[in-house]
Protein backbone atom coordinates (compact mmCIF):
# COMPACT_ATOMS: atom_id res chain seq x y z
CA UNK A 1 0.00 0.00 0.00
CA UNK A 2 1.08 3.82 0.05
CA UNK A 3 2.90 5.03 2.77
CA UNK A 4 5.27 8.14 3.51
CA UNK A 5 8.86 7.58 5.85
CA UNK A 6 10.28 10.71 7.37
CA UNK A 7 13.35 11.55 9.39
CA UNK A 8 12.53 11.14 12.90
CA UNK A 9 13.23 14.09 15.43
CA UNK A 10 13.61 16.43 17.31
CA UNK A 11 15.75 18.09 14.94
CA UNK A 12 17.45 20.86 16.63
CA UNK A 13 18.99 24.23 15.23
CA UNK A 14 20.31 27.50 15.80
CA UNK A 15 19.10 30.63 13.57
CA UNK A 16 20.30 30.87 10.21
CA UNK A 17 21.25 27.19 9.69
CA UNK A 18 19.97 25.16 6.57
CA UNK A 19 17.37 22.59 6.95
CA UNK A 20 17.00 19.48 5.64
CA UNK A 21 14.12 17.07 6.11
CA UNK A 22 13.83 14.23 4.63
CA UNK A 23 10.77 11.93 3.29
CA UNK A 24 10.49 9.06 1.06
CA UNK A 25 7.20 7.66 -0.41
CA UNK A 26 5.72 4.48 -1.51
CA UNK A 27 2.95 4.63 -3.83
CA UNK A 28 1.32 3.07 -6.91
CA UNK A 29 0.62 5.55 -9.70
CA UNK A 30 1.11 9.07 -9.53
CA UNK A 31 0.41 11.20 -6.27
CA UNK A 32 0.47 14.20 -5.38
CA UNK A 33 2.89 15.18 -2.68
CA UNK A 34 2.47 17.63 0.36
CA UNK A 35 4.66 19.38 3.07
CA UNK A 36 2.52 20.24 5.76
CA UNK A 37 3.29 22.35 9.03
CA UNK A 38 1.59 22.29 12.55
CA UNK A 39 2.53 25.17 15.07
CA UNK A 40 1.61 24.40 18.54
CA UNK A 41 -1.33 24.84 19.57
CA UNK A 42 -2.84 24.87 16.15
CA UNK A 43 -4.15 22.82 13.12
CA UNK A 44 -2.01 21.48 10.23
CA UNK A 45 -1.43 24.02 7.37
CA UNK A 46 -0.28 23.64 3.68
CA UNK A 47 3.48 24.76 3.50
CA UNK A 48 3.98 23.64 -0.47
CA UNK A 49 2.59 20.97 -2.92
CA UNK A 50 3.93 19.31 -6.25
CA UNK A 51 1.88 17.03 -8.29
CA UNK A 52 4.00 15.61 -10.93
CA UNK A 53 7.80 14.85 -11.05
CA UNK A 54 10.02 17.38 -11.20
CA UNK A 55 7.68 19.87 -10.05
CA UNK A 56 9.09 22.35 -7.54
CA UNK A 57 7.00 23.60 -4.99
CA UNK A 58 8.14 26.37 -2.56
CA UNK A 59 6.65 28.83 0.14
CA UNK A 60 7.87 30.88 2.69
CA UNK A 61 11.31 30.36 1.67
CA UNK A 62 10.87 25.65 2.04
CA UNK A 63 11.35 24.16 -1.08
CA UNK A 64 10.71 20.87 -2.26
CA UNK A 65 11.09 18.91 -5.51
CA UNK A 66 9.22 15.84 -6.60
CA UNK A 67 11.79 13.49 -7.49
CA UNK A 68 10.30 10.40 -9.23
CA UNK A 69 13.70 8.02 -9.65
CA UNK A 70 14.38 8.35 -5.89
CA UNK A 71 10.73 8.65 -4.69
CA UNK A 72 11.79 11.45 -2.82
CA UNK A 73 10.05 15.39 -1.78
CA UNK A 74 12.65 16.52 0.76
CA UNK A 75 11.80 19.46 2.31
CA UNK A 76 15.05 22.85 2.49
CA UNK A 77 15.07 25.47 3.54
CA UNK A 78 18.39 28.02 3.59
CA UNK A 79 18.31 29.91 6.83
CA UNK A 80 15.78 28.88 9.23
CA UNK A 81 14.00 31.41 11.91
CA UNK A 82 13.10 30.38 15.53
CA UNK A 83 9.06 31.16 13.90
CA UNK A 84 9.95 27.85 11.95
CA UNK A 85 10.24 26.13 15.07
CA UNK A 86 7.16 23.93 14.63
CA UNK A 87 6.31 19.73 13.59
CA UNK A 88 6.58 19.32 9.27
CA UNK A 89 4.84 16.50 7.66
CA UNK A 90 4.91 14.76 4.75
CA UNK A 91 1.74 13.73 2.71
CA UNK A 92 0.93 12.18 -0.62
CA UNK A 93 -2.23 12.11 -2.00
CA UNK A 94 -3.46 8.88 -4.07
CA UNK A 95 -6.07 9.08 -6.58
CA UNK A 96 -9.13 9.34 -4.67
CA UNK A 97 -7.68 12.16 -2.71
CA UNK A 98 -7.31 10.33 0.64
CA UNK A 99 -4.08 11.94 2.44
CA UNK A 100 -1.42 9.75 3.45
CA UNK A 101 0.77 11.31 5.87
CA UNK A 102 4.23 10.47 7.75
CA UNK A 103 4.92 10.61 11.14
CA UNK A 104 6.25 14.05 11.45
CA UNK A 105 9.50 15.77 12.10
CA UNK A 106 9.84 17.78 14.86
CA UNK A 107 12.08 21.15 14.16
CA UNK A 108 12.85 23.20 17.36
CA UNK A 109 15.46 26.47 16.31
CA UNK A 110 17.19 27.99 18.63
CA UNK A 111 18.48 31.95 18.65
CA UNK B 1 -13.01 33.82 5.20
CA UNK B 2 -13.41 31.77 8.00
CA UNK B 3 -11.24 28.45 8.61
CA UNK B 4 -12.85 24.83 9.59
CA UNK B 5 -14.60 25.11 13.01
CA UNK B 6 -14.06 22.07 15.60
CA UNK B 7 -15.57 22.11 18.74
CA UNK B 8 -14.91 21.32 21.78
CA UNK B 9 -11.16 22.21 21.60
CA UNK B 10 -10.27 19.64 24.42
CA UNK B 11 -12.61 16.67 26.15
CA UNK B 12 -11.63 14.56 29.12
CA UNK B 13 -14.09 11.40 29.64
CA UNK B 14 -13.97 8.02 31.59
CA UNK B 15 -13.66 5.09 29.37
CA UNK B 16 -17.17 3.46 28.38
CA UNK B 17 -18.61 7.08 28.65
CA UNK B 18 -20.44 8.41 24.91
CA UNK B 19 -18.30 11.71 23.23
CA UNK B 20 -18.90 14.06 20.00
CA UNK B 21 -17.07 16.02 17.98
CA UNK B 22 -18.58 18.59 15.74
CA UNK B 23 -16.89 20.17 12.81
CA UNK B 24 -18.56 22.93 10.73
CA UNK B 25 -16.06 23.13 7.06
CA UNK B 26 -15.41 26.36 5.68
CA UNK B 27 -18.00 27.85 2.95
CA UNK B 28 -18.49 25.69 -0.15
CA UNK B 29 -16.48 23.06 0.29
CA UNK B 30 -18.48 20.16 -0.30
CA UNK B 31 -15.83 17.78 0.19
CA UNK B 32 -15.05 16.88 4.46
CA UNK B 33 -12.52 14.64 6.42
CA UNK B 34 -12.50 13.06 9.68
CA UNK B 35 -8.62 12.00 10.69
CA UNK B 36 -7.61 10.91 14.12
CA UNK B 37 -3.98 11.90 15.00
CA UNK B 38 -2.20 8.98 17.84
CA UNK B 39 0.70 11.54 19.94
CA UNK B 40 4.10 11.82 17.68
CA UNK B 41 2.30 10.25 14.20
CA UNK B 42 0.37 11.83 11.66
CA UNK B 43 -3.06 12.02 10.81
CA UNK B 44 -4.75 9.27 9.73
CA UNK B 45 -8.29 9.37 7.74
CA UNK B 46 -11.18 7.92 9.01
CA UNK B 47 -14.13 9.01 6.84
CA UNK B 48 -14.51 11.35 3.91
CA UNK B 49 -18.03 12.90 3.18
CA UNK B 50 -19.10 14.18 -0.64
CA UNK B 51 -21.54 16.05 0.52
CA UNK B 52 -23.46 14.19 2.76
CA UNK B 53 -22.52 10.75 1.43
CA UNK B 54 -20.07 8.86 3.13
CA UNK B 55 -17.66 7.43 0.27
CA UNK B 56 -14.93 6.02 2.40
CA UNK B 57 -15.15 5.29 5.44
CA UNK B 58 -13.34 1.78 5.49
CA UNK B 59 -10.64 3.16 8.13
CA UNK B 60 -13.66 3.67 10.82
CA UNK B 61 -13.68 1.28 13.19
CA UNK B 62 -17.77 0.60 12.58
CA UNK B 63 -18.44 -1.01 16.47
CA UNK B 64 -17.75 2.16 18.18
CA UNK B 65 -17.53 5.25 15.65
CA UNK B 66 -20.59 6.80 13.90
CA UNK B 67 -20.29 10.19 11.81
CA UNK B 68 -22.90 12.03 10.09
CA UNK B 69 -23.36 15.22 8.08
CA UNK B 70 -27.11 15.02 7.52
CA UNK B 71 -27.50 18.71 5.49
CA UNK B 72 -24.03 18.32 3.77
CA UNK B 73 -22.63 20.84 5.83
CA UNK B 74 -21.60 20.31 9.37
CA UNK B 75 -20.36 17.06 10.57
CA UNK B 76 -20.79 15.29 13.88
CA UNK B 77 -18.26 12.19 14.83
CA UNK B 78 -19.09 9.79 17.84
CA UNK B 79 -17.49 7.19 19.77
CA UNK B 80 -19.42 5.19 22.18
CA UNK B 81 -18.26 3.74 24.77
CA UNK B 82 -15.11 5.25 24.85
CA UNK B 83 -11.55 3.01 25.10
CA UNK B 84 -8.53 4.22 26.84
CA UNK B 85 -6.62 3.93 23.29
CA UNK B 86 -8.89 6.49 21.55
CA UNK B 87 -7.10 9.36 23.46
CA UNK B 88 -5.88 11.21 20.55
CA UNK B 89 -6.61 14.61 18.56
CA UNK B 90 -9.38 14.54 16.18
CA UNK B 91 -9.56 16.35 13.24
CA UNK B 92 -11.43 17.79 10.63
CA UNK B 93 -10.64 19.07 7.28
CA UNK B 94 -12.59 20.25 4.09
CA UNK B 95 -11.81 20.69 0.76
CA UNK B 96 -13.61 22.78 -2.30
CA UNK B 97 -15.57 20.88 -4.96
CA UNK B 98 -12.90 18.57 -7.02
CA UNK B 99 -10.02 19.79 -5.43
CA UNK B 100 -8.92 16.82 -3.57
CA UNK B 101 -5.48 18.25 -3.34
CA UNK B 102 -5.44 20.80 -0.91
CA UNK B 103 -7.20 20.17 2.38
CA UNK B 104 -7.91 22.94 5.00
CA UNK B 105 -7.75 21.66 8.82
CA UNK B 106 -9.02 22.85 11.48
CA UNK B 107 -7.20 22.72 15.19
CA UNK B 108 -8.69 19.53 16.13
CA UNK B 109 -9.91 18.31 19.68
CA UNK B 110 -7.81 16.62 22.21
CA UNK B 111 -9.77 13.44 23.08
CA UNK B 112 -8.37 12.07 26.68
CA UNK B 113 -9.89 8.80 28.20
CA UNK B 114 -9.20 7.80 31.88
Known amino acids: GNSVTQMEGPVTLSEEAFLTINCTYT??????LFWYVQYPGEGLQLLLKATKADDKGSNKGFEATYRKETTSFHLEKGSVQVSDSAVYFC??????????FGQGTELSVKP | EAGVVQSPRYKIIEKKQPVAFWCNPI?????LYWYRQNLGQGPELLIR????????DSQLPKDRFSAERLKGVDSTLKIQPAELGDSAVYLC????????????FGPGTRLTVL
Open chain 1, 27 to 32: ATGYPS
Open chain 2, 93 to 104: ASSPPRTYNEQF
Open chain 2, 27 to 31: SGHNT
Open chain 1, 91 to 100: ALSDQGGKLI
Open chain 2, 49 to 56: YENEEAVD
